[in-house]
């Protein structure tokens, strides 16, 4: 019963351990997840962000980002791998008797590169369908589900915005963005199609978005300083003034969220070490009270023979057992704890060999640190003290 | 000197003292004692409380170290010796048997028999084997899966000599081995006693003070207040 009391700080602290562990890296999983989903090494070029004096509107209210920008990127700047313009609206899309209404984003072919987004069936569109404005479409997985049910959608026509379109690719399922939007339910066209036959607009060739790839996560920055560069030449943006687009970096995004997680974790890792800390003096605390209890027994080991090191190890193996039994019980609570903790509150979990080996480690060296103490008081005993006492 | 060459001594003390501080006040337990046991002699040592009888025998038995004077074990010079030799001579050279039987409480008999021999590195068979041969020495053999609590005086005090006997001492210290026990289970005790005394030779040196007792004994020294004041054969 004592030696269950005095455990249990140690129980707690190691399932805080391996809880730590196991939300630590499945949040951080979670987070490089979304952030691929989106595509990685993505720099984002909103048009129109600022206007100096009087009064400034949101990013993107400007039609200040043309195609012909895009164009420009791709083709001046090294660092940049990849160049996806969007100009995209919301459409009624028709299909027999079904109908359903879904965000259409017009772009370049290689947007799906950019999105890191393959196909789950046909082919993508051509940058000859760029430049023709054809009317063909790739459509994802929730657009499929609402029209089609379980046919298969590829080569029919559905009208978008009563325009007729073919079918001629269907993505492949993504789920959730992070910020919590189904991404299946998109319809890509080429973007000169979106532009000329269904979103009308007073700018010709204006676009909403311009995503850009960079070669490596190195380049990014390289990469936004020439695209900046690039695009105040473009559009003769005097030394003082202010842009009329923004870059953003997604790098940025994900840094700031792993910077939440890294608190949550350290967290966890103050409860694990604070409550490893009270469950090592929990268990220094009996086994000196167990030294007082067995001196006797101390002196008849002694006088048959035991050495300094044989009464030294004895104390220090049974507070090690002590420790690494709370160890034991604390990693199958923390992993069943994890494993609720994921399907109640939808957190990513993951249990590691390293986190559990970790916990392990841990626990076995609270023990030693705090077993060798009274081991050490229980050596010192003098043989023939230790035999009288009473 | 070549260790055991036969005219040896097994004990040699020559001018043993032992003085205790007690506050401001010393104590001398022990007064300049010399005494010379030689090996299969049978020893008992009488005296009043506070005689220095217990005190001579913690010292004889490597629990306590004097104040001055020199003890030679088998001539293993044993003044200089450090804890764990001390612990080494305890180990091999000396079985004791207390008044109290110091046996660990809730671990069969086998196991307390084992016990020496946990501390000289011997495998677990010959462990099991010699602590068996012990306890069929001292007629125990059926009871080896005993806890102490499951155990009489007399049989408890007879585990106790199966372990001093286990690694084969010369030497055994017994300190009132009968002081708990009834006059029946005192005689029986003593038996063991004067038959390893006689058959298997080892020295017995036991502190008493019922004349009948150390009647068992071919050798008695006495003792008080430090001194040793008779020793007849």
């Known amino acids: 019963m004592r030696s269950a009391l005095t455990i249990l700080g140690i129980i707690i602290g190691v399932t805080a351990v391996i809880a730590m562990l196991a939300v630590g890296t499945g949040a951080r999983k979670e987070i490089a997840k979304q952030i691929s989903s989106m595509g990685s090494n993505l720099l984002i070029i909103l048009p129109g962000a600022t206007t100096a004096g009087g009064v400034r509107m949101g990013s993107g209210t400007q039609p200040t980002l043309s195609l012909s920008d895009a164009e420009a990127i791709q083709k001046q700047c090294p660092w940049v791998s990849d160049v996806a313009p969007i100009f995209s ?36 569109f051509t940058q000859q369908d760029v430049k023709n404005a054809t009317k063909v479409c790739i459509i994802g997985q929730t657009v499929v589900e609402n029209l089609f049910g379980s046919s298969d959608p590829l080569g029919k026509i559905i009208r978008i915005n009563k325009i007729p379109f073919t079918i001629i690719g269907v993505l492949s ?7 919590g939007q189904d991404q299946d339910d998109t319809i890509y066209v080429p973007v000169t199609t979106a532009q000329k036959k269904l979103f009308g607009t007073s700018f010709p060739g204006m676009l ?12 990014l920055p390289l990469a936004e300083n020439q695209i900046n560069e690039l695009l105040r030449q473009r559009h003769h943006i005097g030394r003082d003034r202010e842009n009329d687009f923004t870059v953003r970096n997604l790098t940025q995004i994900m840094e700031a969220a792993e910077q939440s997680t890294r608190v949550m974790t350290l967290l966890l890792g103050a409860i694990a070490s604070v409550s490893l800390l009270v469950g090592g003096i929990g268990i220094m605390n009996i086994m000196l009270v167990s030294v007082t209890e067995r001196t006797r027994e101390i002196g008849i080991r002694m006088a048959v023979g035991a050495k300094t090191w044989d009464i030294r190890l004895q104390f220090i193996i049974e507070a090690l057992t002590l420790s690494l039994i709370g160890g034991i019980i604390g990693i199958i609570i923390g992993i069943s704890g994890s494993k609720i903790l994921s399907i109640l509150a939808g957190w990513t979990t993951i249990i590691t060999p390293f986190s559990v080996l970790l916990a392990f480690g841990f626990s076995g060296l609270v023990g030693m640190f705090f077993g060798f103490y009274p081991a050490y008081q229980a050596s010192l005993l003098n043989p023939i003290d230790a035999l009288r006492y009473e | 000197m070549v260790q055991g060459s036969s005219n040896m001594s097994l004990i040699q003390v020559r001018e043993l003292t032992k003085i205790y501080r007690l506050g401001d006040i010393d104590v001398r337990a022990l007064n300049n004692v010399s005494v010379t046991v030689e090996q299969g002699e049978s020893v008992a040592i009488m ?13 004889l038995g490597c629990l306590d170290t004097p104040t001055s004077g020199r003890y030679f074990l088998e001539d293993e010079d044993i003044g200089y010796l450090g804890r764990d030799e001390l612990a080494r001579i305890r180990n091999q050279k000396i079985g004791f048997v207390f008044q109290g039987f110091n046996l660990l409480p809730r671990t069969s008999a086998l196991e307390n028999v084992e016990l020496p021999m946990l501390y000289n590195g011997i495998s677990s068979r010959e462990r099991r084997e010699r602590a068996m041969m012990a306890l069929k020495e001292v007629g125990l053999e059926d009871r080896w899966d005993h806890q102490p609590n499951q155990l009489s005086g007399g049989q408890q005090q007879r585990v ?5 006997l286990v690694n ?3 030497l055994i210290l017994a300190d009132e081995p009968t002081g708990n ?23 017995v040196i036991l502190v008493t003070h ?10 008695t020294i006495k003792f008080l207040d430090g001194f040793i004041v008779g020793d007849t054969r």
Request: proline share 6%; aromatic share 6%.
């Open chain 1, 89 to 124: 609206g919301i459409a009624q899309v028709v299909y027999g008797h079904q109908n359903w209404s879904t965000g259409v984003i017009g772009s370049f072919p290689n947007i799906l590169v950019v999105r890191n987004w393959p196909l789950d069936s046909g082919r993508p």
């Open chain 1, 173 to 179: 399922h993504k789920g959730q963005s992070a910020q």
């Open chain 1, 208 to 219: 909403r978005v311009i995503m850009v790839k960079a070669k490596s996560s190195e380049d």
């Open chain 2, 47 to 59: 005296g009043p409380s506070g005689s220095g009888k217990s005190t001579f025998m913690h010292i």
């Open chain 2, 160 to 164: 106790a000599l199966a372990r001093a």
């Open chain 2, 168 to 170: 084969k001492a010369p």
């Open chain 2, 181 to 203: 026990l009834d006059t029946k289970t005192s005689a029986e005790i003593m038996e063991i006693f004067v038959k390893l005394n006689s058959e298997s030779n080892i020295t």
């Open chain 2, 210 to 219: 019922e004349p009948a007792i150390a009647a068992y004994s071919r050798r």
